[in-house]
């Protein structure tokens, strides 16, 4: 039988756990008719908390109201595939236009001849007014059968700050013009504050905002048991307490968990086939720390700079939570300097302040991941400094 869970990157898992509260919020703002302030809002939260999920799951309620819902990433043109799919077809402007021009020289004199036949440039993409246009035309067939658009866009930290203003300007005009239109970005937390933050792009501060983070366990171990039950095999009270406790309440560890604790109980023919055992839990949590430290820990630790990586190693020596004194010796600088990490990493959503003067890992796993490379970031740091 086919494995339920799914630790890919943007995969809707078979249960979204958690997350209810903000889909109902979102369904209702779509039938609560237009300007309901539920339309406009932006995800963040670390890695691996949901994100793209979340934005999955907010389209799919759209689309059961047969709206049109674009989905797109923020990288480089997206204001360009945004007007192409809304017309269904790429229209090509012009750019920019040189004219012709010429120039006479005379024998014996310093003026050269020059000719120049002039060219034209086209541009694929079209500015904020088209993608206003473009919207405008689609949304006055759909309004006639009482539908909208909904655009996703998501990793906004990867965008440019002058098509964030183009979008956010269209929108924002749709929006007065009482257009039914919804509008959901989402990326890390840092990134988004540094968008919505931009002189222009005030407008997007007036969007809710939807911090994700971590589930309660109650709800994951109900999730792993609906699950398990109704994909054809059972898991004891032992193993589905094992299961969650082991996930700390992080979305993607639940789905790491579960996938390999399935794969496990599938592979090993000593077990009964409906039968989701103990040992598959734990061999399970063994391989998704390691899946977990390549697909999280790892790209976390790399978008970090060097002094932020060192806070982390500082950390890591301890136990438990951390003196933000202690780190600040460890590191060999005064604590307002060693602070300017620490409000980074909080930001991130990689650490947290577990009480006054202590911090301690966000992240599942990380201080374990720390420990295992903390030799290699220490070596990369080394050979960086001798370049």
Known sequence: MANPFKPTAGMTPP????????????????????????????????????KTVMLNALGDLARQRKWQVIDETAESKF?????????????????????????????????DAQVNLGSVEFEAAEHALNFR??????????????????????????????????????????????????????????????????????????????HLGDVPLAEVR????????????HADA????????????YPFMIQLVGYWAWRDS???TRDSQDELTIENACEGIKQAKIKLGDMVHGPALDGLSAMGRDYLLAMAQDDGPSATSDIAKRLERDLGYA?????????????????????????????????????????????????
């Open 238 to 249: 032992d193993t589905l307490d094992t299961l969650a406790q082991a996930t700390n309440g």
């Open 15 to 50: 249960v979204l756990v958690g997350r209810q509260r903000d889909l109902d919020d979102f369904s209702y703002a779509l039938d609560d008719g237009v300007g309901a302030p539920g339309r406009l809002m932006y995800v963040t939260g670390a890695r691996g908390v949901g």
């Open 339 to 387: 602070n300017v990490y620490r409000t980074q990493l909080i930001k991130e959503d990689i650490i947290y302040q577990s009480s006054y003067g202590y911090v301690d890992f966000k992240l599942p796993y990380l201080r374990d991941y720390l420990r295992e490379h903390g030799a290699y970031h220490q070596m990369r740091k080394n050979l960086s400094g001798s370049e």
């Open 79 to 111: 204001m360009q595939r945004l007007i192409e799919t809304l017309r269904q077809s790429p229209r090509r402007g012009i750019g920019s236009v040189t004219l012709p021009s010429a120039s006479m020289s005379v024998a014996g004199t310093p003026v």
């Open 222 to 233: 109900k999730a792993f048991q609906e699950t398990i039950t109704q994909n054809g095999k």
């Open 133 to 210: 246009m473009a919207m405008t035309e689609r949304l006055d067939k759909l309004e006639k059968k009482n539908r909208g658009i909904l655009i996703t866009l998501d990793e906004v930290q990867a965008s440019s700050l002058p098509e964030m203003r183009s979008l956010a300007t269209a929108v924002q005009h749709l929006i007065r013009e009482r257009r039914n239109v919804a509008f959901v970005f989402a990326g890390l937390p840092s990134m988004v504050e540094d968008v919505i933050n931009d002189d222009v792009l005030t407008f997007l501060r007036r969007a809710e905002r939807r």
């Open 266 to 268: 599938q592979a090993n």
